[in-house]
Every structure is written in structure tokens, then in C-alpha cells.
């Protein structure tokens, strides 16, 4: 599977990807949701996964209309330690993941988004 994750603080990014890889999957990673957006019209992603809160970027509604064009996506997970931000994902039809999590918690998510997505 091919993976963007979109995180400002780069320590947390680098584990990421590193165990998702492990899992065999593709990821690149960027601070910005603007940058993201460049990559992902080469990249073909299955799953987003970003940060809610990155100062001084794109929106998050505006991000997921930009993301949602893609014919590979298959979902967006947006991830906090702010647990008002779930209501957003909710509203912005993302799932959503709390801060801190485990690998298994994001690892199950990202399952659970991809085997709920229609083909």
C-alpha cells in the first residue's frame, strides 16, 4: 500500500514510517499538506494519514477536497491529541486516531479504513 503521512514533527513521522514499512508498505512523508499535495499526484496513494494541527498550512477541509480527487485513495486519517478534533473528521467524513497511539492501534486503522472502502 502506498502511504503519505503528513506530520510536523518529524521524530514521530520517521517512526512511522519506519514501522510501517516494516509492514511492507510504501510511505513518504512531508510537514506540510501542501507539499503532500505535489507528491500525491505521482505517488497514487491508498491512505493519508496527517496531523490536524500544522501551523501556517492548508486547511483541513480544503486539503480533503484537494486529496479526495484521487482515484487511488481509498481514506484520510487524521490524527490529534486534541480530542475536539475528532468531531471535524467526523464532519470531513475522515477517520480519526488520538495521539499518543500504539503500532497496533494505527496499524488496525489503517486495515479497518482500507477494508471498509468500496472498490
Not at 516494516?22 to 493519508?48: L, M, Y
Request: hydrophobic share 45%; aromatic share 6%; net charge neutral.
Amino acid at each position: 500500500m502506498h502511504i503519505i503521512i503528513i506530520e510536523d514533527q518529524l521524530d514521530l513521522a520517521d517512526l512511522m514510517k519506519s514501522i510501517l514499512e516494516k509492514g511492507g508498505h510504501s510511505v513518504v512523508i512531508h510537514p506540510t499538506r501542501w507539499q503532500a499535495i505535489q507528491t500525491a499526484r505521482s505517488f497514487n496513494p491508498d491512505v493519508v494519514i496527517s496531523d490536524y494541527l500544522i501551523p501556517h498550512d492548508m486547511e483541513m477541509p480544503k486539503f480533503l477536497e484537494a486529496i479526495r480527487t484521487l482515484s487511488t485513495l481509498k481514506c484520510v486519517i487524521i490524527m490529534s491529541g486534541y480530542k475536539e478534533a475528532k468531531a471535524m473528521a467526523n464532519q470531513c467524513q475522515a477517520e480519526f486516531i488520538l495521539k499518543p497511539f500504539t503500532v497496533q492501534d494505527i496499524s488496525a486503522k489503517i486495515n479497518a479504513c482500507v477494508r471498509a472502502t468500496p472498490n
